[in-house]
């Protein structure tokens, strides 16, 4: 399977990965065939691409890290703001990667700009637990961690969508009420008996940064907790690669790029360096460009080093791997 916006794909193509409407249900499921009409209605909703399958990336796997029960039901549960299932969930997500002896976050959010924030706290949550699996964090903490990903975008659930996905420049009063989220997260979940302080403050404090300069407490270094100061570094993680209504998702390389520039002013470097870790820059399925000019497949990671994955030349099919080919490199994402 491999990765294609929507205005490459074909008709008559083969969804490799199930997509869900705003309410957390399957719009296609895997193996349907896409016809016009279905590329041109998700085009519509704001899905700009979908994992297919097709004779160039026959055999290519994208394994994907949750279940898509479990995908559904979390996003039921934000939609919903049942806290409880919000938790239970949390807490599912924390089981489900526990379970796997390799994890890595190696996949495109394909979710329509509508339900873009539902979607990107599941991403958070999934990401940041890896990381905190990579930093040692007990079961318990881990738990905690999953809580407070997943919720800490839940302020922004009372935003108009008007300026969440409003094309130009923000102005002063909007840009107030986007800033103001933290604090609307928090006020939504600080009677909840259930919902621990410290996922109660990581919620308030996803987006102090290490200098001070943040918000909405202008907290810095060791007064931001663990949780919040991996939330953050994920947080603008997944909002970088993401396609927005405003504006198109950056290279996830030069995302992290971003994320090494701004250490020990925005992000905490150990969680950074948990990040470079474990994700994959250039997921498994996206086609690249390579410093000879050739277009190419990226079809198997490479878990030590990240940026030279395996490849396939989509015109010869021949596969390379740049961990043996020192002289070529990827120069872009294609899609």
């Known amino acids: 399977m491999r990765y294609l916006p929507i205005h490459q794909i074909k008709e008559d193509s083969i969804l490799a990965i199930p997509v869900y409407n705003d309410s957390g249900s399957i ?23 979908l994992y297919i399958y097709d004779g160039i990336s026959d055999g290519v796997v994208v394994n994907e890290l949750l279940s898509q029960q479990i995908k559904r039901n979390t996003v039921t549960a934000l939609k919903s703001l049942n806290l409880d299932s919000c938790r239970l969930m ?48 007990n079961y318990s903490r881990l738990k905690h961690l999953s809580e407070s990903a997943l919720l800490h975008d839940i302020g922004k659930i009372s935003i108009s969508l008007d300026i969440l996905n409003k094309k130009g420049k923000l102005t002063d009063d909007e840009m107030k009420i986007i800033h103001s989220h933290p604090e609307e997260g ?54 970088l690669v993401s396609n927005r209504v405003y504006r198109k998702a950056m290279n996830p390389a030069d995302a992290l790029e971003y994320l090494m520039s701004n250490c020990y002013i925005m992000f905490d470097v150990n969680c950074v360096k948990k990040i470079l870790e474990y994700v994959s820059p250039y997921p498994t399925g996206i086609t690249v460009e390579l410093s000879n000019g050739q277009e190419a497949i990226v079809v198997q990671q490479n878990r030590t080093h990240h940026l030279r994955p395996k490849v396939v030349i989509t015109e010869t099919k021949e596969e390379i791997d740049l961990m043996e080919v020192f002289n070529l490199t990827i120069v872009k994402i294609l899609t």
């Open 27 to 49: 719009l296609l499921n895997a193996n349907t065939v896409l016809k016009h009409a279905y590329l041109t209605k998700l085009s519509t909703l704001g899905y700009s691409g």
């Open 90 to 137: 949390a807490h599912s997500i924390v089981d489900e990667l526990l379970d796997q002896s390799d994890v890595s976050f190696d996949m495109i959010n394909i979710a329509a700009f509508d339900n873009y924030t539902y979607i990107h706290c599941l991403n958070v949550a999934v990401l940041s637990v890896i990381v905190g699996i990579g930093m040692g964090l």
């Open 186 to 239: 928090y006020n939504m979940i600080k009677d909840n008996c259930m919902i621990s302080g410290l996922v109660k403050n990581a919620v308030l404090s996803h987006h102090e940064n290490e200098d001070g300069t943040g918000y909405p407490r202008q907290l810095a270094g060791k007064n931001i907790h663990i949780y919040a100061k991996i939330i953050h570094a994920c947080d603008v993680y997944d909002a």
